[in-house]
């Protein structure tokens, strides 16, 4: 069964380090997506894509993350430097299209602490 | 402001017991989205309403539009069915996904 793949799972890094996050969509699903967790909240989104076009990235700290999917297939988030209050869980998730009827399939997610 | 509110935050239950986590919005939408997320973080999407009722084995999920309201059910609740599970609605005017802060559920057996 096709899923979205993240990696890695697990990013242990020292505040002002940099960072980087990659996930690979279900083959053939347009839109792509990256949300951030904070424990004991629900998924925020950071990033979304059509394509290789960024569609909304209002909630995106542009200082310090940048977001890019060159191809419109694989997608990498980076953070530099690094802050203590981003430690969270960042999601993937993919669809064929955006929208509310288009289910969105997530990744395992990349846990991620600063110290 | 949370769009999206969830009730309880954390729920302990008996395996067997029926199970009923609430979800309110306050936002116009479109579609509604219950989603589970096991310990370690991968999320699963269980339904996706827009209208009346669906059912998926033990699970049951519904939504009222004129009051902004959804439930989902667990029936018959097991030890596995362990997770948290988040509501989550698309914004019609807003063109994206808000979540809920999620129910935390322990069956315990």
């Known amino acids: 069964e096709a899923e979205v793949a993240q990696s890695p799972r697990y990013k242990i890094t020292e505040k002002s380090q940099a960072v980087a996050f990659w996930c690979d969509p279900i083959s053939g699903h347009a839109t792509l997506y990256w949300y951030r967790q904070i424990l004991g909240q629900g998924p925020e989104l950071l990033v979304q894509f059509q394509d290789e076009s960024v569609v909304d990235d209002s909630q995106l700290p542009k200082d310090r993350f940048s977001a890019e999917r060159l191809k419109g297939v694989d997608s990498t988030l980076k953070i530099q430097p690094a802050e203590l209050g981003d430690s969270a869980m960042y999601l993937c998730a993919s669809s064929w299209l955006a929208g509310s009827y288009n289910e969105q399939f997530f990744g395992p997610g990349t846990r991620l602490t600063v110290l | 402001k949370n769009e999206v509110e969830q009730s309880p935050q954390n729920l302990t239950a008996q395996e067997g017991e029926f199970i009923t986590i609430n979800c309110s919005y306050s936002?116009?939408?479109?579609?509604l989205h219950w989603l589970q997320q096991h310990p370690g973080g991968g999320i699963v999407s269980l339904f996706m309403l827009s209208s009346g009722k669906k059912k998926h084995g033990r699970l049951i999920a519904t939504i009222n539009i004129q009051e902004k309201h959804s439930s989902l059910h667990i029936t018959a609740s097991h030890p596995r069915d362990s997770a948290v599970y988040i509501c989550a609605v698309w914004s019609i005017t807003g063109n994206q996904f808000y979540f809920g802060t999620g129910t935390s559920l322990t069956v315990i057996p």
């Open positions: 936002v116009g939408i479109s579609a």
